[in-house]
C-alpha cells in the first residue's frame, strides 16, 4: 500500500510540471499582448501630441518663408545678434522624443495649408489646398505644381500637420497581430497669420 502511494506521488510531480507549464505559456501570452498593445497606444498618442505641437509651431510662424517647413530661418535681432529659429518638420520631429527612431518605420511628416471646401463636405475631408481645381497634391511631395506654400494659410484657414509612418510590433506572430500597422495622424490649427 505504501509502494502504491508512493508511485502516485512521483507520478503526479511530472503532472504538475506540465500543467504549470500550459498556464505559464497562457499567462506569458496575454501578458506580452499586453505589453505589445501599450506600447502601440503610446506611439499613437505621442504622434498625435508631436502632430498637434508641430500644428501649432505652424500657425504662430506663418510670417515666415515658404521653406520655413524644412529649412531653419536665420535673421538679425536688433542687437545685431544672428538668432536662428528651428524649421517645423524638426522641431515636430523633436516632439516624437525618439518614439520615430526605434518604433516607427517610413517616418515622414507634411505641413501644409488646408483646402476648405473639403472641410466643409460631410464627412470632412482634410487635404492641401491646390492651385488647380480638384486636383489635390500630395501633401507629402513640396515639388508638386499643384501645391500651395503651407504659409498661404489667411486668417482663420487652417493650417495642417500630417505624421506617417508604419507602426512594428517586436512580437508580429503573437496573437495572430499583422506584421505592420500604418500609423496617420494629422492635426489642424486656424492660422493666426
Known amino acids: 500500500m505504501l509502494a502504491t502511494r508512493l508511485r502516485r506521488r512521483h507520478h503526479r510531480r511530472g ?3 506540465v500543467e504549470a507549464a500550459l498556464v505559464m505559456s497562457v499567462f506569458l501570452m496575454l501578458l506580452f499582448g499586453m505589453f505589445e498593445y501599450c506600447r502601440f497606444l503610446m506611439v499613437l498618442h505621442v504622434t498625435n501630441n508631436a502632430a498637434r505641437e508641430g500644428a501649432r509651431y505652424a ?3 506663418v510670417d515666415k518663408p515658404s521653406t520655413f517647413n524644412v529649412t531653419d530661418y536665420t535673421y538679425t535681432d536688433a542687437t545685431g545678434a544672428t538668432q ?3 524649421n ?3 522641431y515636430t520631429q523633436d516632439r516624437m522624443g525618439g518614439i520615430h527612431v526605434r518604433n516607427i518605420e ?9 483646402d476648405q471646401t473639403g472641410l466643409a463636405l460631410s464627412p470632412p475631408v482634410v487635404r492641401p489646398k491646390t492651385k488647380t481645381a480638384g486636383v489635390y497634391p500630395d501633401p507629402f511631395n513640396d515639388a508638386d505644381a499643384n501645391a500651395v ?6 486668417f482663420t484657414e487652417k493650417i ?3 505624421i ?3 507602426y512594428r510590433p517586436i512580437l508580429p506572430t503573437l496573437l495572430l497581430m499583422p506584421s505592420t500597422i500604418s500609423v496617420k495622424t494629422t492635426a489642424i490649427m486656424g492660422s493666426e497669420g
Open 15 to 17: 503532472l504538475t510540471a
Open 59 to 61: 500657425v504662430v510662424n
Open 84 to 86: 536662428t529659429v528651428q
Open 88 to 90: 517645423i518638420e524638426s
Open 106 to 114: 517610413s517616418f515622414r511628416i507634411a505641413v501644409y495649408s488646408v
Open 149 to 154: 506654400p503651407w504659409n498661404s494659410a489667411g
Open 160 to 162: 495642417a500637420v500630417t
Open 164 to 166: 506617417d509612418g508604419t
